[in-house]
T-cell receptor, first 112, second 114 residues
């Protein structure tokens, strides 16, 4: 099993550009989520999904869109990047109502 | 909104010393998880505490969940350089409809010097 994979590992964008951060898991987990990590603020939940076709907002959803067309994939879209979105983004997955969440290696995003 | 506060934010100690990291909230959580994160990697789960007053040990690490399920602590005995990392606590909501949603603390960066 590859676990949770994220691409790209690092990305530089200009303000106003769009991009999609990819996340995939091969553990057949129902629950997937996106977090952003900023210094001193831990991880903050952006969006999450409890299964294919079902998504919901987390703590900081503004500026981000998600979709869940398959169990395996949960892409995060930035429609118009802003410098405030400079951060490290982590994707995580888990079996529904199970304790352990598995995190990907992260995508470091710099918006100029 | 449920908030978790971790203290201290940064801890630098010598090898062999003990340390304690605290995680506090005014909210009740269904469970409390502790993660460790290495630079350039995602967090990795260390332990989950579920019952108020519960104590779990993982080699030199001792985790405790407060009686009221609002706070937790992580104690490391005889710290080693390999314990260096960012320690994060995360609380799981008591509302079952929230599913796996976690609220993270701000993290404690631990540096153990040889």
């Amino acid at each position: 099993n590859a676990g949770v994979t994220q691409t790209p590992k690092f990305q530089v964008l200009k303000t106003g550009q769009s991009m999609t951060l990819q996340c995939a898991q091969d553990m057949n987990h129902e629950y997937m989520s996106w977090y952003r990590q900023d210094p001193g603020m831990g991880l903050r939940l952006i969006h999450y999904s409890v299964g294919a076709g079902i998504t919901d907002q987390g703590e900081v959803p503004n500026g981000y869109n998600v979709s869940r067309s398959t169990t395996e994939d949960f892409p995060l879209r930035l429609l118009s990047a802003a410098p405030s979105q400079t951060s490290v983004y982590f994707c995580a997955s888990a079996l529904w109502h199970q304790e352990t969440q598995y995190f990907g290696p992260g995508t470091r995003l710099l918006v100029l | 909104t449920q908030l978790l506060e971790q203290s201290p934010q940064f801890l630098s100690i010598q090898e062999g010393e003990n340390l304690t990291v605290y995680c506090n909230s005014s909210s009740v959580f269904s469970s409390l998880q502790w993660y460790r994160q290495e630079p350039g990697e995602g967090p990795v789960l260390l332990v989950t505490v579920v019952t108020g007053g519960e104590v779990k040990k993982l080699k030199r690490l001792t985790f405790q969940f407060g009686d009221a399920r609002k706070d937790s602590s992580l104690h490391i005995t005889a710290a080693q350089p390999g314990d260096t990392g960012l320690y994060l606590c995360a609380g799981e909501s008591i509302f079952k409809a929230a599913g796996n949603k976690l609220t993270f603390g701000g993290g404690t960066r631990v540096l153990v010097k040889p």
